[in-house]
Every structure is written in structure tokens, then in C-alpha cells.
């Protein structure tokens, strides 16, 4: 598959890690205790996929890129860093720059909006 085209196995991936480990266990926490914290889950569909670099795509570069996303109490993300590099700037950098566009479920505590980090791995695969 052409980079740009449909989504590809890698974001699939991060979204399925993404959605089910922050999901599934907040939406029971919160049933449980609705004064519990909730950590913000993204919306992919508030924003674009990463695109791969075209030099790291010519190169045949795959990694995987742990970014931290601060999210505030009103879901926009704050701050970025990278947490884990895919050994690649430009891969880390698609990430980071894409994802840093997308809107979150706010985060809360004790039943209000607040802000936290969330973790977020994308992996670059050549398809």
C-alpha cells in the first residue's frame, strides 16, 4: 500500500493499543468510581495519520516511536516529547507532529478536568 492511502496495519495497531488499554479499564473504573482519574483516550479521527518521511520511506526505515503527549483539561495537547525514538528524527518527528494535532477525551480527577501525559507508540512498517 502506498503511504497516504487507506490506513495501514502500523496505525491500526496504534489505535487498537491505544483504545484498548486506555478504554476498556477506564470505562470500568469510572463505572466503579466516578471521582477515579481517567486518562485521556485520543480521537483518530480528530486527526491525520502520521506520513512517513519521504527520505526514512526511501530508505526502507522501520522503528518504533514512543511519544508522551500532555493533554490539557480541555483535550488539546499542551507539550510532546519523545519517549522512546524509533532511531529515526523524522520518523519520531511524523509522529509527534501528527499526533500533536488530534483531539483527546479530556483527562479528569476526582470527577474534574485536568491535564496528564499519555503515551502513545506508533510503528513504522514498510507494507
Known amino acids: 500500500m502506498k503511504p497516504g492511502l487507506g490506513m495501514p496495519a502500523a496505525f491500526a ?4 493499543v491505544l483504545a484498548g488499554c486506555a478504554q476498556a479499564p477506564v470505562a470500568e473504573q469510572a463505572a466503579a468510581n466516578p471521582t477515579a482519574a481517567q486518562q485521556p483516550v485520543v480521537d483518530f479521527a480528530s486527526c491525520h495519520r502520521p506520513v512517513y518521511p519521504p527520505q526514512a520511506l526511501a530508505d526502507k526505515i522501520e522503528g518504533t516511536s514512543t511519544i508522551g503527549f500532555l493533554v490539557g483539561p480541555d483535550g488539546k495537547v499542551i507539550a510532546s516529547k519523545v519517549y522512546t ?21 479530556p483527562p479528569s480527577h476526582k470527577g474534574k478536568p485536568a ?8 510503528v513504522w512498517k514498510m507494507d
Open 13 to 16: 495497531m496504534a489505535v487498537a
Open 85 to 105: 525514538s524509533s532511531g529515526n528524527a523524522s520518523l519520531d518527528e511524523a509522529v509527534r507532529s501528527a499526533i500533536s494535532q488530534c483531539t483527546f477525551r
Open 115 to 122: 491535564q496528564a501525559w499519555i503515551p502513545v507508540q506508533y
